[in-house]
């Protein structure tokens, strides 16, 4: 089988600004695969280039094994779910569902059956014949889901649909819209900047920064094995400590550093004399840590009790500043006290320092 | 003295209609909200009260109170006025339909002909108008850059500039049989000898169109301009050609302001006196030069009152109707 979208050299230029540079990808059939990164990274035009919005520049995209070039955005089999959903409000309910279905030239019976079992879908069935602005935000986001299914696309393309909504519709739709893509087994391409979202739904991630996505995987992989400094500081919280790499032995690498020798995991294979970055993540830190792990000496700023977790903000000597998450509130130290804070060297992740720092 | 009462007491009668208007439409003030004139404080809101009024009475309700008034009576000298004599009648109107003020043995075609051939046209010219206003109105406000659309506003703008009377000449010498239209026809061989545009009436239809295009072009601007472009994006995305997007995303959309941007250019169109009688062939009927003789040629006042009276009613009959039609209410036409 065909993989559902394949992405090849795809660069997108608008005059001199580079939009996206170099993008390789193949998404598989039935993947639920998302775009993670900042706004103005570039994901939003990725997705309006597979869409068919925009013409790449230079590369080529394939849908189902097929060169899209020179199709336009209503030959391609894809669907598209707007940010602001941009549904008809001057059509009801089922009309804006089944508008696909008839600039197809659907027959009008078959059309309402259709209509009728996409509202069974997504629960409206009651609200067929109503106006798009008598319903409320979760019931518009599932009516322009329904919208997009109507048409039967290989490929579903969603572009921060849940950023309007608030906290507790937004993880009650992430849930739904899982359930959904398990449901129609149908390709979905998710954009968002929200890690949350990305982690939670997909099977896997492009984690892209300034039109380069810097890399693919699973939640699990982008989260525990970042591959580059930004992926590592973007994707959940971190720490980051710079300084020259020391000696390397069986996967680990030394790093001096102006808090003292510190160590972590070397998986890109940094050589001594490096400049690198040492991240360590928050829930990582131990307080008070005793001699037997790498660590750093500093000073307490700042306690945050959130519930089930507690915020520790340190300074450390250089002034930098460093957060530790621990369990619960026991144990939580007071503001200005002086402590050692420790690591294994496992938890601790060492990467190039990119050329720009 | 009757027609005194009549015109004094009418616009009392009009104002309190539209006071019933308001209140059954409930744009009346509500008790929660504060007072007219602790929201505008009192200076303004005595200016607003004076100036609306006035403009409304003296403006638009007493005139036209006093026109359709005159147009119920017959003509008489001066020194009769107010006399025995003067009293209510619908000769005018009888006049309009058949060519006598007594009689109704004959129609008075030539009348009821321009009349309806004014209107016809008119309809023509509007559709023509949005016709060529619509995709110009589309480009300006969905697709043309800041800097494009600074240079069509000024385009459009400057050649208004130019008075009715010197364009509608302008077009007269452009399209006479000696004219620069004719030379390059006859010069090209498309024609063998002139051809005369004027008694064809395109120069009329020329003129009009050209006079009012304005007045579609910013209505559909407003209307389409507001459409979220996310909304022509969906469309095309769920496989919609463009004309099924513009038939039934866009015009949906802009329908108050193609109403409102027809509505505009019909009525003018039926009203239009200059371009009508600069740009009108020999055998020309439109309805306004007749309205015009008989206020100036014939000195007939009250037949002048009651034909203008007849056209501005069959205009609104006939605007009302459209509006009903399409389904639109008059408020949405000024949103």
């Known amino acids: ?357 | 003295m009757r027609s005194i009462y009549v015109i004094l007491l009418l616009p009392l009668v009009v104002v309190i209609a539209f006071w019933l208007i308001a209140r059954v439409e409930g744009t009346g003030t509500s008790a929660s909200r504060p007072g007219f004139f602790q929201r505008n404080g009192w200076p303004i809101g005595l200016y607003l009260i004076i100036a609306v009024g006035f403009w409304a009475l003296f403006i638009i309700v007493l005139p036209m109170i006093y026109m359709v008034d005159l147009s119920f009576r017959p003509k008489l000298p001066l020194s009769q006025m107010g006399g025995p004599k003067d009293v209510y009648t619908l000769q005018n109107y009888r006049y309009f339909l058949f060519g006598s003020l007594t009689s109704t043995a004959h129609w008075n075609w030539i009348h009821i002909n321009a009349f309806f051939t004014t209107i016809f046209a008119s309809i023509l010219i509007t559709l023509l108008n949005f016709a060529i206003c619509y995709p110009l109105a589309y480009h300006m406000a969905q697709s043309a850059t800041a800097e494009r659309l600074r240079v069509l506003l000024l385009l459009l703008i400057v050649p208004y500039w130019v008075n009715d009377i010197l364009r509608a000449f302008a077009f007269r010498v452009l399209l006479s049989s000696g004219g620069i239209v004719n030379q390059a026809l006859m010069g090209l061989g498309l024609t063998s000898e002139p051809f005369d545009f004027l008694a064809a009436d395109v120069g009329l239809y020329m003129g009009l169109s050209y006079a009012y295009l304005l007045l579609m072009i910013f209505p559909l601007y407003n209307a389409i301009e507001s459409l979220d472009r996310n909304q022509i994006e969906a469309a095309r995305d769920l496989g919609a050609p463009w004309w099924h997007i513009h038939a039934f995303i866009v015009m949906p959309h802009a329908k108050p302001g193609i109403a409102s941007g027809c509505t505009l250019v019909f009525m003018l169109c039926t009203g239009a006196v200059a371009t009508p009688m600069v740009l009108g062939g020999p055998r020309t009927m439109w309805f306004t030069p007749i309205v015009y003789d008989r206020f100036y040629q014939l000195f007939n006042w009250p037949q002048g009152a009651a034909y203008a009276f007849l056209l501005l009613v069959a205009c609104i009959v006939f605007v009302l109707t459209v509006l009903r039609i399409t389904g639109l209410k008059l408020g949405e036409i000024t949103r």
Do not use: W
């Open chain 1, 1 to 357: 089988m065909a993989a559902a979208v394949e992405l090849e050299g795809v660069n997108v230029t608008f005059g001199e600004f580079v939009a996206v540079r170099d993008a390789n990808l193949t998404i598989e059939p039935g993947e639920f695969f998302s775009f993670l990164g900042p706004s103005g990274c570039g994901k939003t035009t990725l997705l309006r280039t597979i869409s068919g919005f925009i013409e790449p520049t230079r590369g080529s995209v394939r849908i189902g094994g097929e060169d899209m070039k020179g199709f336009g955005p209503n030959k391609r089999p894809t669907a598209l779910i707007f940010q602001n959903l941009a549904l008809f409000p001057m059509m009801s309910v089922a009309e804006n569902i089944g508008y696909g279905l008839r600039v197809r030239g659907v027959p009008r019976h078959e059309r309402d059956e259709k209509v009728k079992n996409l509202l069974i879908q997504v629960a409206l069935t009651e609200h067929g014949h109503k106006k798009v602005s008598e319903l409320s935000g979760g019931q518009k986001q599932r009516v322009a889901i329904a919208r997009a299914l109507a048409v039967e696309p290989s490929v579903l393309l969603l572009d921060e649909p849940l950023s309007a909504l608030d906290l507790k519709l937004r993880q009650h739709m992430r849930a739904e819209l899982r359930a959904i893509q398990k449901r129609v087994g149908i390709t979905f391409i998710y954009i968002t900047h929200d890690q949350g979202e990305a982690l939670t739904m997909s099977d896997r991630i492009a984690v892209m920064n300034a039109g380069v996505i810097e890399q693919v995987g699973d939640g699990r992989a982008v989260y525990a094995e970042p591959r580059t400094p930004f992926v590592a500081s973007f994707v959940g919280e971190n720490n980051r400590i710079r300084g020259r790499v020391a000696s390397v032995e069986d996967g680990f690498a030394t790093l001096e550093t102006p808090l003292g020798i510190l160590k972590g995991r070397n998986p890109v294979g940094l050589t001594p004399g490096a400049e690198a970055l040492l991240f360590v993540r928050p829930e990582s830190l131990a307080l008070r840590a005793n001699g037997s792990t790498v660590g750093f000496e500093g000073e307490t700023l700042d306690v945050a009790y959130e519930g089930s977790v507690t915020h520790v903000t340190l300074r450390v000597r250089t002034g930098q500043k460093i957060t530790a998450t621990i369990g619960g509130g026991a144990g939580a130290p007071s503001s200005n006290e002086n402590l050692r804070v420790g690591f294994e060297p496992k938890d601790g992740l060492l990467l190039a320092l990119p050329a720009s720092h």
